[in-house]
């Protein structure tokens, strides 16, 4: 067993709707090896919950005798609303079918004799950046990720804001817009509505501009040639995310707001927009718009986030992999 963690290591995995990414990390944060295995949804849940436990056992067998006693659990990052204390699937939209329901830790530690532990994905994002990423040095923290959707992250006094059934955190899902747009949570007017890239391609679309209709990349990707069509669709999102973080700010008063997600690719170009917007929306009160910053973990994110989870929970207290 590894009592120093800088010397002890975790795996981490990522679950999405296409693919896992899993990952083996070390007490620091660095990534010593990197595995993709395909997600198996036309099967359910329980194809899904074969194939990370399938993939936990692929991965420890590629480990050296000394990693794998130096191994002191794996954490889970997936979509929907994960009880971290019981490592339960509470709910799952439709992305994951089946999934909803699931014991994700019990079949892994069942499985393969190790700790194991499980959270939302946009919590595993957060806590990764939180540990080794744009947010390290920092005890209050508001990380959100753009991308398909919009999830978010909460550090607050340096504990990890879950709710009472891993439902706590979604900021994706407070009401921007009363009686809005549709969102696939079965709400109106969600800010993801608004602030995604689907959100920007569902723009373009009804803007009638372009045919065919551009993915949101190609519509920021205009913007920065000067189609000023284009650029206005962007500066709307960018109103729509600068009046959400009002909210944000006036419930949390972040030390930092981290960006991630596919947007964050963009961060050059849409950060600068918000940054702009923030001090007139938030008034006297005033919140430093450069606390407001882009991801530095990228795709990485939720995997690392998983593992440092594990770490944080587990420790140098991890029973020794069999």
């Not at 329980?46 to 191994?71: F, H, M, N």
């Not at 806590?127 to 959100?144: H, I, M, P, Q």
Request: with cysteine.
């Amino acid at each position: 067993m590894a009592t120093n963690l800088a010397d002890a290591y975790a795996l981490g995995l990522d679950l999405g709707g296409t693919k896992i990414l899993a990952g083996l990390v070390d007490g620091e944060g660095r990534v010593h090896a990197e595995w993709r295995l395909p997600t198996p949804t036309e099967g359910g849940g329980p194809a899904i919950l074969a194939a990370l436990v399938e993939g936990v056992g692929t991965l420890k067998a590629e480990l050296s005798a000394e990693q794998r006693a130096r191994l002191v659990g794996v954490g889970v990052s997936s979509a929907g609303h994960v009880n971290h204390a019981t490592g339960v699937v509470e709910y799952c939209t439709p992305n994951l079918p089946g999934w909803s329901g699931t014991h994700v830790t019990e079949a892994l530690e069942r499985a393969h004799g190790i700790p194991a532990c499980a959270d939302n994905d946009a919590n595993c994002a957060a806590f990764g950046e939180y540990w080794v990423g744009a947010g390290k040095g920092v005890r209050n923290l508001v990380a959100l990720t753009i991308g398909t959707g919009l999830g978010g992250g909460i550090i607050a006094n340096g504990e990890m804001v879950r709710g009472a059934r891993g439902g706590g955190a979604e900021i994706g899902h407070f009401i921007l817009v009363p009686d809005g747009l549709p969102c696939n949570c079965g709400q109106n007017g969600c800010i993801e509505s608004y602030v995604s890239g689907t959100a920007l391609t569902k723009a373009a679309a009804r803007a009638g501009h372009w045919s065919p209709s551009p993915s949101s990349h190609q519509v920021f990707e205009m913007a920065r040639a000067g189609d000023e069509k284009a650029l206005g669709l962007v500066r709307d999102m960018v109103r729509n995310f600068a009046l959400g973080l009002v909210t944000v700010i006036a419930f949390l008063d972040p030390e930092r707001i981290v960006v991630g997600g596919g947007v964050s690719e963009q961060a050059d170009l849409f950060l600068p927009l918000v940054r702009e917007q923030l001090p007139a929306l938030y008034g006297e009160r005033g919140w430093d718009a450069s606390a407001l910053v882009p991801a530095t973990l990228g795709a990485r994110a939720g995997m690392i986030g998983a593992a440092g989870q594990a770490f944080a929970r587990f420790g140098a207290q991890a029973t020794v992999v069999r």
